[in-house]
T-cell receptor, first 113, second 115 residues
Framework: GENVEQHPSTLSVQEGDSAVIKCTYSDSASNYFPWYKQELGKGPQLIIDIRSNVGEKKDQRIAVTLNKTAKHFSLHITETQPEDSAVYFCAAGNSGSARQLTFGSGTQLTVLP | EAGVAQSPRYKIIEKRQSVAFWCNPISGHATLYWYQQILGQGPKLLIQFQNNGVVDDSQLPKDRFSAERLKGVDSTLKIQPAKLEDSAVYLC?????????????FGPGTRLTVL
């Protein structure tokens, strides 16, 4: 089955700096890559996703890049703010027979004021 | 639009007891998921329903876990008997579509502690 590895496990940045979180996946059939933000005591919330037919997607301060050849994808947050502090999860899925998401282990992002 | 509702939010039980969790998905969503999230890890899919049929339960420990989705709406997840290693947050999610991978919307979860 699919295996998703996520790095780093913790990340601290100064407010206004950029943060980058990286994930690798094992199943070349995976074609859907969402990113979720989970705040304390809440369920994960989708912040951005990308499908395998594009290499990059941007939404305001958040962007995701995908390298299908290397089987890795990354989340980029620019101009970080204290409210960006949370745990971020990447996931990979296949819209074919599996139709399920495999999640990474998470990154605790702390934005220092 | 109301989100995914789960209850209870917290549950503490002793090992070998039974427990049940309830989930009400977003109205009209065909697909419902139950995930187990152990502290410090990402969510792991336990079971996926499409309407009231099971799509995938390959990671559900069927000797102790069971789930049902009556009338294709609400769902319950049961553990009987519970073990210490079942301590986790149980997340319910739903998505609108019946094919491919649509956006999954998560509920707040139920935190289970097994003593």
């Amino acid at each position: 089955g699919e295996n998703v590895e996520q790095h780093p496990s913790t990340l601290s940045v100064q407010e206004g700096d950029s943060a980058v979180i990286k994930c690798t996946y094992s199943d070349s059939a995976s074609n859907y890559f969402p990113w979720y933000k989970q705040e304390l005591g809440k369920g994960p919330q989708l912040i951005i996703d990308i499908r395998s037919n594009v290499g990059e997607k941007k939404d305001q301060r958040i962007a995701v890049t995908l390298n299908k050849t290397a089987k890795h994808f990354s989340l980029h947050i620019t101009e970080t703010q204290p409210e960006d502090s949370a745990v971020y999860f990447c996931a990979a899925g296949n819209s074919g027979s599996a139709r399920q998401l495999t999640f990474g282990s998470g990154t605790q992002l702390t934005v220092l004021p | 639009e109301a989100g995914v509702a789960q209850s209870p939010r917290y549950k503490i039980i002793e090992k070998r007891q039974s427990v049940a969790f309830w989930c009400n998905p977003i109205s009209g969503h065909a697909t419902l998921y139950w995930y187990q999230q152990i502290l410090g890890q990402g969510p792991k899919l336990l079971i996926q329903f499409q309407n009231n049929g099971v799509v995938d339960d390959s990671q559900l420990p069927k000797d102790r876990f069971s789930a049902e989705r009556l009338k294709g709406v609400d769902s319950t997840l049961k553990i009987q008997p519970a073990k210490l290693e079942d301590s986790a947050v149980y997340l319910c999610a739903s998505s609108a579509g019946t094919g491919g991978l649509d956006t999954q919307y998560f509920g707040p979860g139920t935190r289970l502690t097994v003593l």
